[in-house]
Every structure is written in structure tokens, then in C-alpha cells.
């Protein structure tokens, strides 16, 4: 069961609750836990109420994990979530200055995500042979470059009406609405991938293209949805990033695409696909984020927090690559 | 069993990095000047004044103007007692300030200190700070007036104008061509200065024998600056003097006028590390001198203006005086709608002085 770099694949229905524990899923909750231990040792202020006060930015971020996890399970990559985000953001803050009311400027930036996610979606079924991460790096300078146009000489654009982003942005009990959201797409696409026929197609193409699409799956259309769910993701992003920052600048996104990888290979999602699943990734974002807020509270130097987490990233790759390594040999000797 | 032993590995590894970095960089600043305050979860509630923090949020990591004010907030801070905290936020971005500024107000820290990198992006955010009771000032780039008690001001833009205007008619010895070597077309600051150098040569007729033949723009690339200063010199064969007021300008033009030894001579405002092999009266050398705000005197009068604010010794409101430590005593002015304290003049870097600056990084 042990795939190309170790970790289980839980597309396979699993088996009781030990094996459970004892999966990656497992190893990262214990870590969850003990980062926050770690932040309530090293951080007098590190408590409930400051933690979420802190969260929304990162919240609004953790959306684009689900369409990530898709997308890399299929065994592609899309690296211009960073400037979706800012093209949304932009275009939903043009909307607001003119005058449109608040419904409608969220929908402007959905669908303008959508629409980027549209874009990289149909490139990359239409044009089997180019590569994604090439794709999409083109669209990822196009889609900056359109925001940064439209943004003109200043670079920034603040929202002159901020009723509705307020709202957006209040809290019900210490739980801000985003979090709430967040739970509610954590379920929905969770369930998707590791419970359905629609999923289980997903690891398929991820694992063996030319074997899936003889097999009768529509490789495709699946992969277009992918992207397009992460376009998607990627306005709701924006929006929820939008009641935090009422406005929308050239840097708004910078780096969104490698932080998001990041918290997908952290949590177990393998680049090359056909394996991992969203509940990894979504608790290895809450690790990075509540290990960014502890050092921050320490006043760590923002490169060191840097640091730990690339290093985290490579510990979490190769342990597990070296113990296949080491059970695979041991299997060898014993034959 | 293979499984348990990763996730243990994975769990210890994690701590002991962590708590790695912890001990290893108790000190999360520029300069190592900033300390952590242990106590600072309490910081708000104290009432003596060692035990306040003021904090200072930069425009980015690795920017050597930035550490220099960091240099001078921290010295200017710990002289009163109290503890400065120095946030370097990962990109020079809006949003990574903005994760600093919520860090800080979960710490209760006195005062926050902001270096902006948008005018209005940080409204928001700091909007939350004042409401904890915590004070807001801006420093070197300012947010909306409404936002923060004042902004710091390294200069007035009318002097800057000025004093750039006074260097080209010096170089030139009183009438001739000039020409200005810019940033971008669109740069806030560089087109308020020009403005300001227009309506100062304007003002006086002294300075009606000086002609500025030109406004070229470099983009701040150095390539982009260099074809610009080649364009100005091939154009205009009686050219005197060339302004840049960017500090890439200036060390893309000095490079170029004194590679082709040209008689055209250069001042504007740069930054010595990177202007000290050009400087000097000789004809080996491009500038004769160059103007810039000294970092560390920003970031003392910035310092001593926290502490003022929290010690409740100025409200901020326009035509409050207060005592900056040893720097003397400020008023805060109006200018413009945005009420600020300005540092004073730009400073003056010549042949003297350049390598003793340089050398502290500036």
C-alpha cells in the first residue's frame, strides 16, 4: 500500500481506527498539537481569543487549499492562484467604487476567479502536451499584469464603501465568518474526493493518465473542473482576504501559489498524483498557521519562521521516503 | 509500528527545530537592537515606564535603510527605559504588515510604529491597534491621517526641492543646462520633489539663467537609467549638471558619467555605500555631493515620538510641542490635511563624509 514516496494512499477504504491514528493524518494532528503546546510555552499571549483574532488572513488563504489538492492529485500544478487572487481583489474593488451593491461585487469576485480558472482550465485540456506549471506561470504574469493595468499608476485600490466588508469580516462568538465557511467547503470537498465515484476518477487520472482515459474517465473534462474550482476558490479568497485588507494593491497574492503547495505536500498530497487527500492538507495549513502566529508572538524573525517551515516541509517529504527505503530493504533480506 | 515511530520522528523533529529558532534568535530585528519583552503580554496594564514596549513594524527584511532606522529607534527607545520590538515583515507587502500589526496588538505593546507599504491597505488593521488602546504613528511613508496619531516626516517636500534646485545651480555656477534623471513617471515622491524644484526656480530670479532641458524617466531599473543618462548626454552637448532624485538614478548616472569621463557633473539623492567611489570635487569623479535623510536621526526623533505619545506628553494634535530626547523640541505641523513632525534638513553627503556613512551600511 506504501506509494512512490511512502504514505498511504487513503483513496483505498481504510481500515480500523489503530490504522487510522497511525497514518499521516495522525502524525499531523499530533504535530498540531503539540505546535500549539509549543506556542502556549513559548508565548505568554498565545491563547484562543488572539489566535483567532489573528487567523482571518490566513483563513481567507486555507480556501485554495481544496482546489490545489484536486489539482495536484491529478498530477498537475497551478501556480497563478497568487495572481488570481489580486485580479479578483482588484476587480471586485472597482465594483465597489462603482457604486454596485455588495452581493454583487462578491460576485464579481468569484466569477472573476472562476474566469481565470476557466482560462488556465481550458489551456491546459485543450493543450494536452504543454506542461501546467508552464501554463500556468503565463497566466500567472497575464492575470498580474491585467491587475496591475487596471490598478494604474498608484498600484492600490482601497474600497471607498467598507459596510459590507466589515460584515463579512465580523465575528459570531470568537469565530470569525470566514471560519465558518471554511469548515463548510472542508466537508463538501473532503467528502468529494475521498468518498465518491467523481474522486475516486481523480486518484485514477493522477495515477495513470493513458490508463484512465482508456478505462472510459472523461480526463479532460475532470482536469478543466479542477481548475476551475480552483479559479473559484481563488475569488473566494479574495473576498474573504478583501474584508481584511479593503483594498487591493500590485502585491495582493504574491506567493499565494507556493504557500498553498506547501501546505498540500505537507499534508501527504504528492506532486506527481494519484495520491494524498484534502484532510492532511487541511490540517497541515492550521499547523502552519498557528506555528506562524506562535513565532510571531515570540518575535521570531519572519526568515527564520521561514526557515522551520521549509524545513518541516523537507522533514516531512524524506522521513518517510527513507523508511520505505529502509522497509523495502529489509523485505529484500528477509527473501 | 513503522508508521507511530514517523509520526513521533516527525513530532520531535518539529520541536527541536522550533525551539531552535526560539533560542537562537531571541532577538527578531534588524541590528539585534529590539529585545523581547517576556512581560509584554501585560504590556498595556503597566503603569511604570520601564516596563513599556514600543514596537516598530518595517517596510520589509534585508532593506539597509530600514535597519538603520530600527539602529536608531532602538537607541533612541532604550535610552527612556523602555523596550523596543523591531518586525521585519517577510515581503514588502501590505499584507505581511498586516500579519505583524496583529501579532503586536495580541502582544499589548504600547505603540506601534509603521513604516507603510500602502497608503491605505493598513487602515483596517491599524483602526484595531488604536482601538486596544495602543498608539499609532507612521514613519518614512505615511498611511491616511485618520489612521494614526501623526507621521514622521524624514523631510518637507518643499525643502527637498529646494536644496536639490540650490545643488544644480552651484555645480553649474549660476546659469546653464540641467537636466533631472527620475524614477518611474508615476513615483509620489519623485514628482512631488520635481514639482517642488520647478516652482522654487520659479520663485527666485536667481536662478532664471538655469534651463531644465529635460525630465527623463529610468524606472529605477539601472539599465533603464543608464540608456536614459546616455540619451540626456548624446541630446543635449551643453549639458551641465544631472539630477537624480532616486537612489538608483543617481548610481546608474555616476557610473555612466564617470566611465565616459564626461564633464557633466551629477548630484540628486543616493545612498553612499553605493555612491562612495563616485563622490569628490576632482574631475575623476561624477557627483560633487549628494543629498539623503540620516536613517539613524530618523529613527531616534521616531522613537522619542512613541514614547512621547504613550507617555501621553503630546496628543498628536496639530500644533502640539514636544521634547525628543537630546534632539530637541518638535511641533506637530499640518501639511497638506496630513499632520506630521518633520525630521529637518536633508542631509549632505560629500567627499568628506561618504566613506564614514558607507561604512555604517547606509
Given at each position: 500500500?506504501?506509494?512512490?514516496?511512502?504514505?498511504?494512499?487513503?483513496?483505498?477504504?481504510?481500515?480500523?481506527?489503530?490504522?487510522?491514528?497511525?497514518?499521516?493524518?495522525?502524525?499531523?494532528?499530533?504535530?498540531?498539537?503539540?505546535?500549539?503546546?509549543?506556542?502556549?510555552?513559548?508565548?505568554?499571549?498565545?491563547?484562543?481569543?488572539?489566535?483567532?483574532?489573528?487567523?482571518?488572513k490566513?483563513?481567507?488563504?486555507?480556501?485554495?487549499?481544496?482546489?490545489?489538492?484536486?489539482?495536484?492529485?491529478?498530477?498537475?500544478?497551478?501556480?497563478?492562484?497568487?495572481?488570481?487572487?489580486?485580479?479578483?481583489?482588484?476587480?471586485?474593488?472597482?465594483?465597489?467604487?462603482?457604486?454596485?451593491?455588495?452581493?454583487?461585487?462578491?460576485?464579481?469576485?468569484?466569477?472573476?476567479?472562476?474566469?481565470?480558472?476557466?482560462?488556465?482550465?481550458?489551456?491546459?485540456?485543450?493543450?494536452?502536451?504543454?506542461?501546467?506549471?508552464?501554463?500556468?506561470?503565463?497566466?500567472?504574469?497575464?492575470?498580474?499584469?491585467?491587475?496591475?493595468?487596471?490598478?494604474?499608476?498608484?498600484?492600490?485600490?482601497?474600497?471607498?464603501?467598507?459596510?459590507?466588508?466589515?460584515?463579512?469580516?465580523?465575528?459570531?462568538?470568537?469565530?470569525?465568518?470566514?471560519?465558518?465557511?471554511?469548515?463548510?467547503?472542508?466537508?463538501?470537498?473532503?467528502?468529494?474526493?475521498?468518498?465518491?465515484?467523481?474522486?475516486?476518477?481523480?486518484?485514477?487520472?493522477?495515477?495513470?493518465?493513458?490508463?484512465?482515459?482508456?478505462?472510459?474517465?472523461?480526463?479532460?473534462?475532470?482536469?478543466?473542473?479542477?481548475?476551475?474550482?480552483?479559479?473559484?476558490?481563488?475569488?473566494?479568497?479574495?473576498?474573504?482576504?478583501?474584508?481584511t485588507l479593503f483594498?487591493?494593491?500590485?502585491?495582493?497574492?504574491?506567493?499565494?501559489?507556493?504557500?498553498?503547495?506547501?501546505?498540500?505536500?505537507?499534508?501527504?498530497?504528492?506532486?506527481?498524483?494519484?495520491?494524498?487527500?484534502?484532510?492532511?492538507?487541511?490540517?497541515?495549513?492550521?499547523?502552519?498557521?498557528?506555528?506562524?502566529?506562535?513565532?510571531?508572538?515570540?518575535?521570531?524573525?519572519?526568515?527564520?519562521?521561514?526557515?522551520?517551515?521549509?524545513?518541516?516541509?523537507?522533514?516531512?517529504?524524506?522521513?518517510?521516503?527513507?523508511?520505505?527505503?529502509?522497509?523495502?530493504?529489509?523485505?529484500?533480506?528477509?527473501? | 509500528?513503522?508508521?507511530?515511530?514517523?509520526?513521533?520522528?516527525?513530532?520531535?523533529?518539529?520541536?527541536?527545530?522550533?525551539?531552535?529558532?526560539?533560542?537562537?534568535?531571541?532577538?527578531?530585528?534588524?541590528?539585534?537592537?529590539?529585545?523581547?519583552?517576556?512581560?509584554?503580554?501585560?504590556?498595556?496594564?503597566?503603569?511604570?515606564?520601564?516596563?513599556?514596549?514600543?514596537?516598530?513594524?518595517?517596510?520589509?527584511?534585508?532593506?539597509?535603510?530600514?535597519?538603520?532606522?530600527?539602529?536608531?529607534?532602538?537607541?533612541?527607545?532604550?535610552?527612556?527605559?523602555?523596550?523596543?520590538?523591531?518586525?521585519?515583515?517577510?515581503?514588502?507587502?501590505a499584507?505581511?504588515q498586516i500579519s505583524?500589526i496583529q501579532?503586536?496588538i495580541?502582544?499589548?505593546?504600547?505603540?506601534?510604529?509603521?513604516?507603510?507599504?500602502?497608503?491605505?491597505a493598513l487602515t483596517a488593521v491599524l483602526k484595531e491597534a488604536?482601538?486596544?488602546?495602543?498608539?499609532?504613528?507612521?514613519?518614512?511613508?505615511?498611511?491616511?491621517?485618520?489612521s494614526?496619531?501623526?507621521?514622521?516626516?524624514?523631510?518637507?517636500?518643499?525643502?527637498?526641492?529646494?536644496?536639490?534646485?540650490?545643488?544644480?545651480?552651484?555645480?553649474?555656477?549660476?546659469?546653464?543646462?540641467?537636466?533631472?534623471?527620475?524614477?518611474?513617471?508615476?513615483?509620489?515622491?519623485?514628482?512631488?520633489?520635481?514639482?517642488?524644484?520647478?516652482?522654487?526656480?520659479?520663485?527666485?530670479?536667481?536662478?532664471?539663467?538655469?534651463?531644465?532641458?529635460?525630465?527623463?524617466?529610468?524606472?529605477?531599473?539601472?539599465?533603464?537609467?543608464?540608456?536614459?543618462?546616455?540619451?540626456?548626454?548624446?541630446?543635449?552637448?551643453?549639458?551641465?549638471?544631472?539630477?537624480?532624485?532616486?537612489?538608483?538614478?543617481?548610481?546608474?548616472?555616476?557610473?555612466?558619467?564617470?566611465?565616459?569621463?564626461?564633464?557633466?557633473?551629477?548630484?540628486?539623492?543616493?545612498?553612499?555605500?553605493?555612491?562612495?567611489?563616485?563622490?569628490?570635487?576632482?574631475?575623476?569623479?561624477?557627483?560633487?555631493?549628494?543629498?539623503?535623510?540620516?536613517?539613524?536621526?530618523?529613527?531616534?526623533?521616531?522613537?522619542?515620538?512613541?514614547?512621547?505619545?504613550?507617555?501621553?506628553?503630546?496628543?498628536?494634535?496639530?500644533?502640539?510641542?514636544?521634547?525628543?530626547?537630546?534632539?530637541?523640541?518638535?511641533?506637530?505641523?499640518?501639511?497638506?490635511?496630513?499632520?506630521?513632525?518633520?525630521?529637518?534638513?536633508?542631509?549632505?553627503?560629500?567627499?568628506?563624509?561618504?566613506?564614514?556613512?558607507?561604512?555604517?551600511?547606509?
Amino acid at each position: 500500500m506504501a506509494g512512490k514516496s511512502g504514505r498511504e494512499i487513503s483513496a483505498v477504504p481504510e481500515g480500523g481506527l489503530k490504522e487510522k491514528l497511525l497514518s499521516w493524518e495522525g502524525a499531523l494532528i499530533l504535530i498540531l498539537v503539540a505546535v500549539n503546546i509549543l506556542g502556549v510555552a513559548i508565548s505568554p499571549v498565545y491563547n484562543v481569543t488572539n489566535v483567532l483574532r489573528e487567523m482571518p488572513k490566513y483563513l481567507a488563504e486555507a480556501f485554495m487549499v481544496f482546489g490545489m489538492g484536486y489539482i495536484l492529485v491529478l498530477g498537475d500544478i497551478d501556480i497563478s492562484v497568487g495572481s488570481i487572487v489580486c485580479l479578483s481583489a482588484t476587480m471586485a474593488c472597482f465594483a465597489g467604487n462603482a457604486g454596485l451593491p455588495f452581493p454583487v461585487v462578491v460576485l464579481v469576485c468569484v466569477l472573476t476567479g472562476l474566469v481565470c480558472g476557466m482560462i488556465n482550465g481550458l489551456i491546459a485540456s485543450k493543450f494536452t502536451e504543454l506542461p501546467t506549471m508552464i501554463i500556468t506561470l503565463g497566466t500567472q504574469i497575464i492575470f498580474r499584469g491585467i491587475a496591475e493595468v487596471s490598478l494604474g499608476s498608484g498600484g492600490s485600490l482601497s474600497m471607498k464603501d467598507t459596510s459590507g466588508l466589515s460584515a463579512l469580516g465580523t465575528k459570531i462568538g470568537p469565530f470569525p465568518i470566514s471560519f465558518f465557511v471554511l469548515v463548510i467547503f472542508a466537508v463538501i470537498f473532503i467528502t468529494l474526493l475521498s468518498k465518491t465515484t467523481f474522486g475516486r476518477r481523480l486518484y485514477a487520472i493522477g495515477s495513470n493518465q493513458t490508463a484512465a482515459k482508456y478505462a472510459g474517465i472523461n480526463v479532460q473534462g475532470s482536469r478543466f473542473f479542477a481548475f476551475s474550482l480552483l479559479g473559484f476558490l481563488s475569488g473566494v479568497c479574495a473576498i474573504f482576504l478583501l474584508s481584511t485588507l479593503f483594498g487591493a494593491n500590485t502585491t495582493t497574492g504574491n506567493g499565494f501559489e507556493m504557500e498553498i503547495i506547501a501546505m498540500c505536500v505537507f499534508g501527504g498530497i504528492a506532486t506527481t498524483g494519484g495520491k494524498g487527500n484534502l484532510i492532511g492538507a487541511f490540517i497541515a495549513a492550521f499547523i502552519i498557521f498557528c506555528l506562524r502566529i506562535a513565532l510571531g508572538q515570540r518575535n521570531i524573525n519572519t526568515q527564520i519562521i521561514l526557515v522551520v517551515i521549509g524545513l518541516m516541509l523537507i522533514v516531512s517529504v524524506v522521513i518517510p521516503a527513507i523508511s520505505s527505503a529502509v522497509s523495502a530493504g529489509r523485505k529484500k533480506q528477509g527473501n | 509500528m513503522k508508521k507511530k515511530i514517523i509520526s513521533l520522528m516527525m513530532a520531535a523533529a518539529l520541536s527541536v527545530t522550533t525551539l531552535a529558532a526560539c533560542g537562537g534568535t531571541d532577538q527578531g530585528s534588524a541590528g539585534g537592537a529590539a529585545q523581547q519583552a517576556e512581560d509584554s503580554g501585560s504590556g498595556s496594564e503597566s503603569t511604570d515606564d520601564a516596563g513599556k514596549t514600543y514596537a516598530l513594524v518595517t517596510k520589509s527584511a534585508g532593506n539597509a535603510f530600514m535597519e538603520l532606522l530600527g539602529t536608531g529607534f532602538a537607541q533612541a527607545v532604550e535610552s527612556t527605559g523602555g523596550k523596543a520590538i523591531i518586525k521585519d515583515p517577510q515581503a514588502a507587502t501590505a499584507d505581511a504588515q498586516i500579519s505583524e500589526i496583529q501579532s503586536l496588538i495580541s502582544q499589548g505593546v504600547d505603540s506601534i510604529l509603521v513604516a507603510a507599504n500602502d497608503p491605505s491597505a493598513l487602515t483596517a488593521v491599524l483602526k484595531e491597534a488604536t482601538d486596544a488602546g495602543i498608539k499609532v504613528l507612521t514613519v518614512d511613508s505615511d498611511v491616511d491621517a485618520a489612521s494614526r496619531a501623526f507621521f514622521v516626516n524624514q523631510a518637507s517636500t518643499e525643502l527637498i526641492g529646494q536644496t536639490l534646485l540650490d545643488a544644480c545651480y552651484d555645480i553649474a555656477g549660476g546659469s546653464g543646462q540641467y537636466a533631472i534623471l527620475s524614477a518611474t513617471s508615476q513615483a509620489t515622491n519623485q514628482n512631488a520633489w520635481i514639482d517642488a524644484m520647478k516652482a522654487a526656480a520659479e520663485a527666485d530670479s536667481k536662478y532664471a539663467n538655469m534651463e531644465l532641458v529635460e525630465v527623463a524617466y529610468g524606472d529605477d531599473e539601472p539599465q533603464k537609467s543608464t540608456d536614459q543618462t546616455q540619451a540626456l548626454l548624446s541630446k543635449y552637448p551643453d549639458l551641465k549638471v544631472i539630477c537624480a532624485p532616486t537612489t538608483v538614478g543617481i548610481a546608474a548616472a555616476a557610473k555612466v558619467l564617470q566611465d565616459t569621463g564626461s564633464s557633466v557633473k551629477l548630484t540628486g539623492l543616493g545612498l553612499p555605500s553605493e555612491m562612495v567611489e563616485y563622490i569628490g570635487e576632482d574631475d575623476a569623479h561624477s557627483c560633487p555631493y549628494m543629498f539623503l535623510w540620516n536613517m539613524i536621526d530618523l529613527g531616534n526623533l521616531a522613537g522619542y515620538a512613541s514614547v512621547a505619545l504613550v507617555n501621553g506628553d503630546t496628543t498628536g494634535a496639530v500644533g502640539e510641542k514636544f521634547t525628543a530626547g537630546n534632539m530637541g523640541e518638535f511641533e506637530v505641523v499640518d501639511v497638506d490635511g496630513a499632520s506630521q513632525i518633520i525630521l529637518g534638513n536633508p542631509f549632505k553627503f560629500d567627499a568628506s563624509n561618504v566613506q564614514e556613512w558607507a561604512d555604517k551600511g547606509m
